[in-house]
């Protein structure tokens, strides 16, 4: 397994243009999503309708992205339940690996550099 700059550099070397752009968009609304939710963690009464029908975790939102080179980037979103509590939680797989939350920070350093060049080229 590689480490995630490294990942994210292998990533990106393999994505045109356009996938790239698409994938810096996600990831500007995914990482405002996960920076308001990564601390939260609240209790509902809610949940006592759910003591009939259990559910550990609920999708709240999956982003897929490929590169030429056919590695798979996979990012899920999950509301976790217990009793009556819930929390959020965050899955990052790339090429079916675990990886932790650096993979998206690397990620997004490395593609606003790439913005900042093309941007700065032109002018």
């Known amino acids: 397994?590689?480490?995630?700059?490294?990942?994210?550099?292998?990533?990106?070397?393999?994505?045109?243009?356009?996938?790239?752009?698409?994938?810096l968009n996600a990831l500007l609304g995914l990482d405002t999503t996960?920076?308001?939710?990564?601390n939260t963690s609240f209790y509902s009464y809610r949940n006592l309708k759910k003591l009939l029908h259990p559910r550990q975790s609920q999708a709240m939102q999956s982003l897929q992205?490929?590169?030429?080179?056919?590695?798979k980037l996979v990012i899920r979103q999950?509301?976790?339940h217990s009793f009556l509590?819930?929390?959020y939680r965050?899955?990052?797989?790339l090429n079916s690996e675990s990886?932790?939350?650096q993979l998206i920070d690397c990620l997004l350093a490395k593609l606003h550099e790439s913005c900042f060049v093309d941007v700065y080229s032109y002018a």
């Not at 995630?4 to 045109?16: D, I, T, V, Y």
């Open 34 to 38: 996960h920076n308001l939710n990564r």
């Open 99 to 101: 990886y932790d939350y």
């Open 1 to 23: 397994m590689l480490d995630a700059p490294a990942a994210a550099q292998k990533f990106l070397n393999s994505m045109n243009e356009t996938d790239k752009q698409h994938l």
């Open 78 to 80: 999950f509301k976790d």
């Open 65 to 71: 992205f490929a590169n030429t080179a056919q590695d």
């Open 90 to 93: 965050i899955e990052i797989l």
């Open 85 to 87: 509590k819930n929390s």
